[in-house]
């Protein structure tokens, strides 16, 4: 069976029971907020949580230098400039999830530096990276250095795949 035909039958399996809303569908709302969850990819075991709250201050000095002088690259590049808090959330949950099934440990997100108030999203990244919904993925993080971006970005790092994960 070729790769398209299982992927049609794997879609037509998946809308089998869907049905249309209606006509009032538009006008539905959830009953309370929707909540995020991160799952590893399907077929591994996911990582242990860390013990305790994970702090800036753990993101390693040297690596961090490093990084800072270009001795070592970034795997990827995240930019949340101008997006709701929301969208923002979303798109990072996603994109590390993705980067850390890739294997990806160093990824710079970057968030601006905001207005006279700070920024919305500068303030809520460190709650994102801490919530428990991604420490299974994050390992540290900091502001990054000037040059590349300041306190209007930071440095994440991810942990490593589980020796056992098939890409």
Same mark, same amino acid.
């Given at each position: ?25 538009? $006008? ?47 795997? $990827? ?14 798109i ?8 850390w ?35 299974p993925?994050v ?21 490593r ?7």
């Amino acid at each position: 069976m070729t790769d398209k035909k299982k992927n049609e039958d794997i879609w037509a399996k998946a809308i089998s029971d869907v049905r249309p809303l209606g006509k009032n569908a538009s $006008k539905a709302s959830p009953s309370k907020p929707l909540e995020y969850v991160i799952r590893p990819p399907s077929g591994t075991k996911r990582p242990g949580r860390p013990k305790g709250p994970i702090h800036q201050s753990s993101f390693d000095p040297g690596l961090f230098r490093k990084i800072a002088d270009g001795k070592v690259s970034l795997d $990827k590049r995240l930019d949340l400039h101008g997006m709701t808090e929301a969208r923002a959330h979303n798109i990072l949950v996603d994109a590390l999830e993705d980067a850390w099934g890739q294997g990806a440990r160093r990824i710079l997100v970057i968030t601006g530096r905001g207005g006279a108030r700070g920024g919305a999203l500068r303030a809520m990244l460190p709650k994102w990276l801490s919530s428990p919904n991604l420490t299974p993925y994050v390992s540290s993080f900091a502001y990054a250095d000037k040059r590349h971006g300041g306190d209007g970005a930071f440095y994440v790092l991810l942990r490593r795949l589980p020796e056992d994960f098939d890409q």
